[in-house]
């Protein structure tokens, strides 16, 4: 079955240090994937995707991710943080072989950031 | 720019009660879908819909049912509240551009519902 493991439950990081989200999947076929991230009390906004081509994809707000197929991962990075990218950051693996485009989506990651 | 709306941020309801969630996209997206988002667990979907009056259960459709009568709404139905049933509900639309493979879900802000 279809899954996604993000690790990490909590991450402190300080402003503008650099950071890394993990998130490994498991999945049958050519994975389309993505990174979401969801500030308090908000719906979830679009990060990044990954359908196909290039490895290193980039996104809005300073942030990249690279698809690693070896490695069955696609880990989310940004060079220096700011306090602004406190909130919650989920992975999310679709594809034919979820079903109709199904999304199954990791159990998040919290990024704190400290002064 | 994508909008899904949610009718409402913040519900209360008694156990038992019957709870209606609405949401509205504006995109003319045939694809709609609801979550429930809990601690721990991430996001998992309840039930989607593929086009008007047509529907299927996701991973945990017990106890909800859903109704897409026009393309733009999609409602979800608590027939008898329970606290267990206490957790943020998100709606997502789908864009899905076949000669692009453009395939990505847009969320609404959620609604975070309470049973007492």
């Known amino acids: 079955a279809q899954s996604v493991t993000q690790p990490d439950i909590h991450i402190t990081v300080s402003e503008g240090a650099s950071l890394e989200l993990r998130c490994n999947y498991s999945?049958?076929?050519?994975?389309?994937l993505f990174w979401y991230v969801q500030s308090p009390g908000q719906g979830l906004q679009l990060l990044l995707k990954y359908f196909s081509g290039d490895t290193l994809v980039q996104g809005i707000k300073g942030f990249e991710a690279e698809f690693k197929r070896s490695q069955s991962s696609f880990n989310l990075r940004k060079p220096s943080v700011h306090w602004s990218d406190a909130a919650e950051y989920f992975c999310a693996v679709g594809g034919s072989n979820t079903g109709f485009q199904k999304l199954v989506f990791g159990t998040g990651t919290r990024l704190l950031v400290s002064p | 720019d994508v909008k899904v709306t949610q009718s409402s941020r913040y519900l209360v309801k008694r156990t038992g009660e019957k709870v209606f969630l609405e949401c509205v996209q504006d995109?003319?997206?045939?694809?709609m879908f609801w979550y429930r988002q809990d601690p721990g667990l991430g996001l998992r979907l309840i039930y989607f819909?593929?086009?008007?009056?047509?529907?299927e259960k996701g991973d945990i459709p017990e106890g909800y049912s859903v109704s897409r009568e026009k393309k733009e709404r999609f409602s979800l139905i608590l027939e008898s509240a329970s606290t267990n049933q206490t957790s943020m509900y998100l709606c997502a639309s789908r864009k899905y551009l076949r000669t692009s493979g453009n395939d990505i879900q847009y969320f609404g802000a959620g609604t975070r519902l309470s049973v007492l």
């Open positions: 819909s593929y086009d008007v009056k047509m529907k």
């Open positions: 995109m003319d997206h045939e694809n």
């Open positions: 999945y049958g076929a050519t994975p389309y």
